[in-house]
């Protein structure tokens, strides 16, 4: 029987649960053993925190948002932050003590369920030869190779709920209601939810923005009679020229992202130069909580089944990707810092222009 174990690192995501049900289920059905390795790595590198997963700990928790592994941003086994004698925080590479807890415990195969960060982290194990299978997850939907994450779904679902609401309240005052929704480097979140309750401004990090522009749709509505309005705000999306992203950076650091920076700063804009009585508000992460929608449920549970299928034919080294109708491996190689941004041309941004919704641009 084989012996192989399961983690969950980075942001939670709703459907990481049906991850690890449909991976304990299948195994199970295989005469398989499952190991639940705590929170990312770390019950990798102490081993008191692994735990035996059998169809009693999982049945049912598909429903469930978060994880019942745990998991953190701070785990890379391969730059871990450690304190030293002196009581200074070192980042040391730990990761041979990884590979070693892994030979020592038998396991056949690692399951990576993971955003860039992780899925970068499991590539990184696979080149030291560990056979690691990555299950690709984001609530932005922002990875490259598979055409949808899991998480997306609920969280898109979640936005487009308090945009719906925002649109009584902002209506009986006549405000500006500027909401901020996640999505540090692309924009899904914002377009899709922002789309489907009709905001009339759309901000997303793909298209920089002049607020004289969003004013001027403003003024424009209240010229026609509608005298308040909705505008969707990805946290990462900036004005040209960019306060809140250094483009000059390269790939965005997440320093350079003021949670409940962006929404704010658009808000404040908009009341001095259309003199509109203007709120805003920062979803956060309602956005992850809770159980996830039917749509990611059933991708979460056919990402688990596949990557079991995938260690049966020994294929290590890939992400299991939907690739409608199929969920297929992808060379981890390929996915890796691929990141899926908005296509400014593409359908979706068309149907929102075409139906009137600004982008500032
Ligand atoms: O990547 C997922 C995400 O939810 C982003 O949209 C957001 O910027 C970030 O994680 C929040 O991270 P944290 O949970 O560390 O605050």
Known sequence: ALRIAINTGGGDAPGLNAVIEAVVMSAYNRNWEVYGIKNGYTGLLNTDEIIRLTPDNVRRISSIGGTILGTTNKGNPFQMPIKNMAGEIEIKDVS???????????????????????????YDFYKKGLPIIGVPKTIDNDLGGTVITFGFDTAVSIATEAIDRLHS?????????????????????????????????????????????????????????????????????????GRQIDKGKGEIGRQDVVLGGIGEFVAKEIAKKTGKDTRSLVLGHLQRGGSPTTFDRLLALRFGAAAVRMIEKKNFGVMVALDPPDVKAVPLEKVVGSMKKVPIDGDTVKTAREIGICFGD
Request: hydrophobic share 45%.
């Open 169 to 241: 309240t902002a209506k009986s005052h006549d405000r500006v209601m500027v909401v901020e929704v996640m999505g540090r480097h692309a924009g899904w979140i914002a377009l899709n939810s922002g789309i489907s309750g009709a905001a009339d401004v759309i901000l997303i990090p793909e298209i920089p923005f002049d607020i004289e522009k969003v004013c001027e749709h403003i003024i424009s509505l209240d010229l026609h009679g509608q005298h308040y309005a909705i505008v969707v705000a990805a946290e990462g999306s900036s004005p040209i020229g």
């Open 96 to 122: 041979d003590k990884v590979v070693e807890n892994f030979k020592r415990l038998h396991l056949d195969c690692l399951i990576a369920v993971g955003g860039d960060g992780s899925l970068k982290i499991a």
